[in-house]
């Protein structure tokens, strides 16, 4: 069985994607150790020529080229029905879905002013210019100007989380029990936030505690998956490699 | 076995409740059919004497008494295992717990101020003055004064809305091809709106197309289940059976 994994990588190797986190844990749940194939913004053609969109993860099986990280989670759990189950069945697939909608358009959305200006210090040097200028687009503004005012806009990204804390004030996992993967994708947000900043957005113990134990929870999965790569640079550096300033937090 | 639901009712046996709606649809989706006990705010001493709490649904089953919905539909699963799944598995029952909690803290709280200022007039006469005086001191203001920008504040009920309307473009029911838990938590939401008001919160065909397909697949469950009471009356009556004032839209 041939299975290949590509996945968006950043400065020296950081693993900065959220969709791509989601089907690594995926990939730790399923049991499966795919050939990882590291892939750059500025790797877009290659990934063109192989699945016809710019976007990563993609999953290469068998001779199939699935992309989209949704279309990938469902294709492991259709092709690898022995493996433990992602979805827990029809109804829980049905489920996840709308908490993966749930989490990409609300919860993800909500967190982006706090991680953006800090964000583009963990990618690769050579990337840099086309996520600012691509994302600047997008929003109509700087990403610094986006993240101005973080701590003014950081009650709406908690506001948003709220179900969450409560759920996990519930049970140890949203899947229940055991960790499934509903809870890799809202941990995928968590983790493109310890990535991608070092402010941490949950640093107030007592306004989360749940979430903040279910996140500990979850960087340790798989042998301390979470915690595999390297995290936020100590040291912001220019594309020449310099040191442009030390970490603010 | 004995199966009592007692089931919150309004002006002349209209189911008014979300929570008992989504445990009614659990009941049919169960094949269960109980003795049903409708009970009115005013009935409250006699609900605090079984439970010892003042909300419905209540279930009793051989001589178990369970108040929550969320713990009467975790009964059902459990104790009629043999009956379709209302969560497909441990890890669907995680996930409907998330999607539960965020339907009543964001979804219904959203929609509040779309009904409330026609809703008291589908309750019983003789309990309106509960609602009013219950309602209104937690909200600060008059139900009208609360439902006094319902244009203004639709657009907030639509944004909550829309990982709803994106999922359902993808998939039949929230539960996938078939509904479940899931599907009567939210539901009942947009149950709550049918009858508790005249105006419809999804009037805007183009906005939420596969929204309005499923809550018209949704009414038309179990015999047209979604049907089976009278919904918004069409005269709005005084204490004293008098008409007031004439449906509004």
């Not at 590291?38 to 877009?44: E, I, K, L, W």
């Not at 827990?88 to 996840?96: I, K, Y």
């Not at 948003?160 to 229940?176: H, K, M, N, V």
């Amino acid at each position: 069985m041939a299975l290949i994994f590509h996945e968006r990588i950043g400065l020296d190797g950081r693993r900065i994607s959220p969709f791509s986190w989601r089907i690594r844990y995926a990939l730790a749940h399923k049991g499966l150790d795919p050939q990882v194939i590291p892939t750059r913004f500025a790797d877009v053609e290659r990934i063109r020529a192989l699945s016809g969109q710019h976007f990563t993860p993609i999953i290469e099986h068998d001779g199939q080229v699935i992309h989209d990280s949704w279309s990938i989670a469902c294709h492991l759990e259709d092709r690898f029905p022995e493996s433990p189950t992602l979805f827990g069945g029809p109804a829980g697939r049905g489920a996840a879905r709308l908490v993966n909608v749930w989490s990409d358009t609300v919860l993800a959305r909500s967190l982006r002013p706090q991680i953006y200006a800090d964000f583009i210090w963990c990618i690769d040097p050579a990337d840099r210019a086309y996520f600012r200028s691509s994302r600047e687009a997008q929003l109509g503004m700087t990403l610094e100007a986006y993240s101005a005012d973080r701590d003014q806009s950081l009650p709406a990204f908690l506001e948003a989380s709220a179900p969450l804390e409560r759920t996990l004030s519930e049970q140890p996992f949203l899947a229940g029990e055991a960790p499934a993967y509903v809870d890799y994708v809202i941990f995928s947000v968590f983790q493109w936030a310890r990535i991608g900043s070092p402010r941490d957005v949950l640093a107030a113990p007592a306004t989360t505690p749940s979430l903040r134990d279910w996140r500990t929870r979850m960087i340790a999965l798989y042998g301390g998956l979470g915690d595999r790569f390297e995290g936020y640079p100590q040291h912001r550096t220019g594309p020449d490699g310099r040191a442009t300033e030390q970490e603010t937090a």
